[in-house]
């Protein structure tokens, strides 16, 4: 079993930066992907950027560019740094973390509120 504790949430004003972060304890040896999703009322959830075990990243289109994903692999902590937040990035944000070869997130945390004011 993994264990996932987001933080880092909170309401932020459009166009600035909050820095989430995903603490991971437990058999984390059993895991190398690590990504962080988002859920917004009325809309899908979506995974907008994800970080492998040997530190490739990817990042839907919506957030490339103003994302950035990380880890901390002595912490065994993944952040994501979110810059020039825009209105439309309201909503929960979930860190999960699962296989690369499967593509498949097993583990989730509780998700955090990001909310952006215009």
């Known amino acids: 079993q993994v264990q996932l504790v987001e933080s880092g949430g909170g309401l932020v004003q459009a166009g600035g930066s909050l820095r989430l972060s995903c603490a991971a304890s437990?058999?984390?040896?059993?895991?190398?992907?690590m990504g962080w999703f988002r859920h917004a009322p009325g809309k899908q959830h979506d995974l907008i950027a994800s970080?492998?075990?040997?530190?490739?990243?990817n990042y839907a289109d919506s957030v490339k560019g103003r994302f950035t994903i990380s880890r901390d692999n002595a912490k065994n902590t993944v952040y994501l740094q979110m810059n020039s937040l825009k209105p439309e990035d309201t909503a929960v944000y979930y860190c999960?973390?699962?296989?690369w070869g499967s593509g498949r997130y097993d583990y989730w945390g509780q998700g955090t509120q990001v909310t952006v004011s215009s």
């Open positions: 999960a973390a699962g296989h």
């Open positions: 437990g058999s984390i040896s059993s895991i190398d992907l």
């Open positions: 970080i492998t075990s040997d530190g490739t990243t």
